[in-house]
């Protein structure tokens, strides 16, 4: 199986700044998605990264917002840019490991924006 | 904590067979309940869900009755079709809005 370590676990941010996400992971993997929980809303995906080439982003996303680095195959970062109240949501990394044929899911990370 | 315990794979059935797909919970409070699939080589994607006891979800075929006395949300599927191969993952989201994923069950459907 693969660990995932995501962090910062929560955080409190002030609207017009900006918050990188970590997610490290303990093996190899090709693909790694990034998804956003709204408060009383289901799972979001925001992103698609593979290393080596540019994210892939979903409908109402975009790289000015979010931009994302995935320099490795065990590592990636999304970054909440220029933040406001409406980005305060669960962000959630996860991998899709192709041998193993399963997904792995990161702690999340709880932001507020105030 | 809150938990979400999911019947393991892999699964593999013939085209036009009956599925079904086993997940039970363990939650303080009333969970919101949720299937998500993960089709090969793409994110997850929300196929069901259901907000209260004896809600029933259904979308493309598949559906799940939020069973608060059994503390069950089993998915099914009358016939299902090469293209529902998957991963299907059953979550809840609790009061403080935390997600908790099952493991997932990868399910492969033969022509």
Not at chain 1, 38 to 51: D, E, K, M, R
Not at chain 2, 46 to 66: I, P, R, V, W
């Amino acid at each position: 199986s693969a660990v995932i370590s995501q962090k910062p676990s929560r955080d409190i941010c002030q609207r017009g700044t900006s918050l990188t996400i970590q997610c490290q992971v303990d093996s190899q993997v090709t693909m790694m998605f990034w998804y956003r929980q709204q408060p009383g809303q289901s799972l979001t995906l925001i992103a698609t990264a593979n290393q080596g080439s540019e994210a892939t982003y979903e409908s109402g996303f975009v790289i000015d917002k979010f931009p994302i680095s995935r320099p490795n195959l065990t590592f990636s970062t999304l970054t909440v840019s220029n933040m406001s109240p409406e980005d305060s949501s669960i962000y959630l990394c996860s991998v899709d490991d192709s041998r193993l044929g399963e997904a792995f899911f990161g702690q999340g990370t709880r932001l507020t924006v105030v | 904590g809150d938990s979400v315990t999911q019947m393991e794979g892999p699964v593999t059935l013939s085209e036009e067979a009956f599925l079904t797909i086993n997940c039970t919970y363990t939650a303080t409070g009333y969970p919101s309940l949720f299937w998500y699939v993960q089709y090969p080589g793409e994110g997850l994607q929300l196929l069901l869900k259901a907000t209260k006891a004896d809600d029933k979800g259904s979308n493309k075929g598949f559906e799940a009755t939020y069973r608060k006395e059994t503390t069950s949300f089993h998915l099914e599927k009358g016939s299902v079709q090469v293209s529902d191969s998957a991963v299907y993952f059953c979550a809840l989201s609790d009061r403080n809005n935390d997600m908790r994923f099952g493991a997932g069950t990868r399910l492969t459907v033969k022509p």
